[in-house]
């Protein structure tokens, strides 16, 4: 199932990378699955009869934050269901809501008590409306009010290096990446451990991981080209990367996208 992509608004492109709306009409059950990307999110969903996370068969909240996807899951669906999800860049669950990455990890945070305005849940207002644009809409307000209350600071030289790892693809050697935050090896692995949820050489294979992953699907088969312009050492290197990220060979990715 391919995800309807929503333009970001622009006051909120330093803490959102992607919004997207997956639906779907019908009695049918729909298997969904999540691979790692580096990226953590909030998520809103109405389903007629829930949502069941695989492997570990937990029922999901209505309305809910989540770390580093790094295990692969799947959300299995029975019925009719609408999921509005905001991708949101790696700092932003501990800037703007405290939340400690690592206990996020493959694992999920009830949101729906958080109070917004005058004892209100934002919960509660989403619980009105049905249609994306208006899920959408509340939650941009609530995205650009935590902004606007949030007294943290955002940790620059951890930000940088994010963006570095982002911009090269997970490729980049961490030699340069620490040569970018100007500190100790030590402090920098540290820090960047409390504040993404996973070390930095761990999150870099994450987004390579998925950058190549995205092109097998585009291209319908691994050649070499991808394999070598990804960052792999050989073809050894990246099936053993897709198998470690997806449980699965690329060749049955590639069949089931077709």
Known sequence: MQPEIVPVPADLSSYVNNILVLRSAGSAKTVLPFYADGYPGIIYQQSSKGIIRLPDNKPLSRFFAYGQTIQPIELVIEGDFLIVIFQLFPLTLLNLFGLNPQNLNDDCSDLRRIVETEGQTIFDKLQLFAEPAELIAILSNFLRNSIKNN???????????????????????????????????????????????????QFARMIQFQHSYMELIERERATPELIFENGFSDQSHFIKTIRRFTGETPSYHRKKDI
């Open 151 to 201: 007294p943290r600071q955002l940790d620059q030289r951890i930000r940088k290096s994010v963006e570095l790892i982002i911009a090269e693809k997970g490729t980049i050697p961490m030699k340069k990446v620490l040569e970018a935050a100007n500190c100790s090896e030590r402090t920098f692995q540290r820090q960047f451990k409390n504040q993404i949820g996973v070390n930095p050489k």
